[in-house]
Antibody, heavy 119, light 107 residues
Framework: QLQLQESGPGLVKPSETLSLTCNVSGGSISGSSYYWDWIRQPPGKGLEWIGTIYYSGTTYYNPSLKSRVTISVDTSKNQFSLKLTSVTAADTAVYYC???????????WGQGTLVTVSS | DIQMTQSPSSLSASVGDRVTITCRASQSISDYLSWYQQKPGKVPKLLICSASSLQSGVPSRFSGSGSGTDFTLTISSLQPEDFATYYCQQNYNTPHTFGQGTKLEIK
C-alpha cells in the first residue's frame, strides 16, 4: 500500500528557506505513470498547487511561486523534496505531498505537515 | 491560469437531502476534473476523477458529471459523515488549480 510521508522543520524564520522531503513507501517513485506534487493549504483557507516532478526530473511550477520554488527527486531514496526560498508569513501553511497520474486526480496524499514562518 | 469557481461557497442541508455543488472552469478542460472531500484537520480525499469516475471505496451516493467548463458533484442522500468541505480541481494543464471550496454544513 502506497504511503507518503512529509518531513522537515515546522518553524522557519522569515527570509529563510523552507525545506521539506516526502518519503514514498510501498511503491516506486520511478513508476512511469505517476507525477509527484506539493500542495499547500494556509490555515482556514483552500488548497494551492505548488508544483510537480516526474521521476526523470521534469518539473512544472505554479507561476505565482516559480521564482522561489525548487522541487527535486532522489530515486535512489524513493523521495522527492521541496525548497521554497525567501519565505514570509504568507507561506505559513500545511504542506502536503501527493501523487497523481496524467489528467487524473491526487489519489494518494501524505498526512501533511504544518510549517509556520515566524521569527 | 485556468480559474475554477465553485458555487455555492457554503451550503446548509439535512441528512437525507440531495445536494448539488457546481464547478465552472474559465476555459474548457474536457473532463479533466476531480472532486475532493476534506474534513477538518484531515487530508483531502479523492472522490471522483475524470469528471465522473468514482474512486474505489467511495459510496455510490456520490456522482459527478459535466465536461468542457461546467461540472457538478451530486450527493444523492446526505449522510452524517458527508458534512465536510468539497473542492474541485482541474488537471487539464499546469498550474493545477482548485476551486475555493464548498462547505457543507448541517441544517
Amino acid at each position: 500500500q502506497l504511503q507518503l510521508q512529509e518531513s522537515g522543520p515546522g518553524l522557519v524564520k522569515p527570509s529563510e528557506t523552507l525545506s521539506l522531503t516526502c518519503n514514498v513507501s510501498g511503491g516506486s517513485i520511478s513508476g512511469s505513470s505517476y507525477y509527484w506534487d506539493w500542495i499547500r493549504q494556509p490555515p482556514g483557507k483552500g488548497l494551492e498547487w505548488i508544483g510537480t516532478i516526474y521521476y526523470s526530473g521534469t518539473t512544472y511550477y505554479n507561476p505565482s511561486l516559480k521564482s522561489r520554488v525548487t522541487i527535486s527527486v532522489d530515486t535512489s531514496k524513493n523521495q522527492f523534496s521541496l525548497k521554497l526560498t525567501s519565505v514570509t508569513a504568507a507561506d505559513t501553511a500545511v504542506y502536503y505531498c501527493a501523487r497523481h497520474s496524467a489528467h487524473r486526480g491526487y489519489d494518494h496524499w501524505g498526512q501533511g505537515t504544518l510549517v509556520t514562518v515566524s521569527s | 491560469d485556468i480559474q475554477m469557481t465553485q458555487s455555492p461557497s457554503s451550503l446548509s442541508a439535512s441528512v437525507g437531502d440531495r445536494v448539488t455543488i457546481t464547478c465552472r472552469a474559465s476555459q474548457s478542460i474536457s473532463d479533466y476534473l476531480s472532486w475532493y472531500q476534506q474534513k477538518p484537520g484531515k487530508v483531502p480525499k479523492l472522490l471522483i476523477c475524470s469528471a465522473s469516475s468514482l474512486q474505489s471505496g467511495v459510496p455510490s451516493r456520490f456522482s459527478g458529471s459535466g465536461s468542457g467548463t461546467d461540472f457538478t458533484l451530486t450527493i444523492s442522500s446526505l449522510q452524517p459523515e458527508d458534512f465536510a468541505t468539497y473542492y474541485c480541481q482541474q488537471n487539464y494543464n499546469t498550474p493545477h488549480t482548485f476551486g475555493q471550496g464548498t462547505k457543507l454544513e448541517i441544517k
